[in-house]
């Protein structure tokens, strides 16, 4: 009796597949991950800081994601794939702007362009193009060197401790939920879903095996010297380019920012 892979185990497999995105060999793969780190944010930052009409300057910036996943050998089409179902929330932000702003901003043709729907254009890329610069961060450093460039920031211990061993252990929680609706499933073949009767103690079940589960773990952590705070000493050999490979990036960054890069080229040739 073969059964249908469940939401939970399918999600589980997500996250060990992104892991296993993480330690794949490139040069993006090999830089600093403090570096990769402070230059997400600062591009985060910097894309968020366009103007909302500033559509055509922004468009430029989704260059450097797209170099960053030709570099570490990871397809765009992944991304997308990973994040199918943030993607519908991020191109929800500012549906409703053409309804509130409707003042005409330039014609296409005949066609009158709203001010709403080139904000709501804008808001959808730069929700897109921090998802996309997340990833990339995500799928090229694993998670163990994420919260030590994390605690090189001086970011509270207790924070990163939690980040990475809620990252670390939801695909544990993850297997366990699966194993019960499998469970459950063999016992109601013929139903879908869980029986709101049951969701009881279906709850009850999952907190009293995540309590135990979690009970080993950290008994193993103390076994292991476990103080209060991993060692997140980075062992593998970095690239020696990575601080001059984030300055120039920002720079580059900078001056998309501040230059309107499609105006300007298009001025050379006018």
Avoid at 125 to 134: E, P, R, T, W
């Amino acid at each position: 009796f073969e059964l249908m892979e469940n939401k939970a185990l399918a999600a589980s497999r997500e996250l060990k597949a992104i892991d296993e995105l993480a330690v794949l060999k490139s040069p993006m793969h090999n830089l600093n991950p403090l570096t990769k780190i402070l230059l997400t944010i600062f591009y985060i930052v910097v894309v968020v800081s366009f103007h909302k009409y500033d559509m055509l300057g922004l468009f430029v910036l989704i260059l450097f994601p797209i170099l960053g996943y030709s570099v570490s050998t990871i397809s765009i089409s992944t991304c997308f794939k990973k994040l199918k179902i943030v993607l519908p929330l991020v191109l929800l932000v500012g549906l409703f702007n053409p309804f509130f702003d409707k003042v005409v901003l330039f014609h296409i043709g005949t066609v009158g362009v709203t001010g709403g729907t080139v904000s709501m254009v804008t808001l959808m890329m730069k929700g897109v193009f921090s998802l996309m610069a997340s990833f990339l961060l995500i799928a090229t450093t694993p998670i163990e060197e994420i919260c030590g460039g994390l605690r090189l920031i001086r970011l509270p211990k207790i924070l990163v401790t939690l980040v990475l061993l809620t990252y670390r252990y939801i695909s544990i929680m993850l297997d366990e939920v699966g194993i019960m609706i499998n469970s459950y499933s063999l016992r109601a073949p013929n139903q879908k879903g869980i029986h709101y009767s049951a969701w009881g103690s279906f709850i009850g079940q999952l907190i009293l095996r995540s309590m135990d589960k979690a009970n080993m773990l950290y008994e193993s952590m103390l076994l292991r010297g476990f103080n209060g705070e991993f060692d997140y000493r980075i062992t593998k050999k970095k690239s020696p380019y990575s601080w001059l490979i984030m300055l120039v990036c920002m720079c580059l960054i900078t001056i998309c920012r501040f230059i309107n890069v499609p105006v300007f080229l298009g001025s050379l040739f006018t």
